[in-house]
């Protein structure tokens, strides 16, 4: 997220924006502005990659869903014990059922 600096002069939507070497299909809409008026506002989404022109949406969309679980599945960390640590807390339960 972020401006650009210096601003394009004029945008229109739909139009492809170059900046550095990406390339942004730009979403153009007026809101509200504070405490009156309207705010022209243009917002740069990154352009489709053409790899995804021939594919269905269903598997881009699938695509989708499995890079999101993956960023999901990425901030757990696995439950580390050693056979060892399992094998005593065994014994103690066990010792503890038995009494």
């Known amino acids: 997220m972020g401006t650009l600096k210096p601003p394009p002069t004029s945008v229109s939507n739909g139009e492809t924006v170059t900046v550095g070497r990406s390339e942004y299909q730009a979403v153009v809409f007026d ?15 990154p352009a ?3 790899t995804l022109a021939p594919r ?30 399992c094998a005593s807390c065994s014994r103690e339960r066990l010792a503890a059922w038995s009494s």
Do not use: D, E, Q
Not at 33 to 45: R, Y
Not at 69 to 84: D, G, L
């Open 31 to 45: 809101t509200a502005a504070f405490p009156a008026g309207t705010l022209k506002v243009a917002l740069f989404v």
């Open 56 to 85: 269905s949406c269903a598997s881009v969309r699938l695509a989708a869903w499995g890079n999101v679980a993956h960023h999901i599945a990425a901030r757990f960390k696995p439950y580390r014990h050693t056979t060892t640590t």
């Open 48 to 50: 489709p990659a053409s």
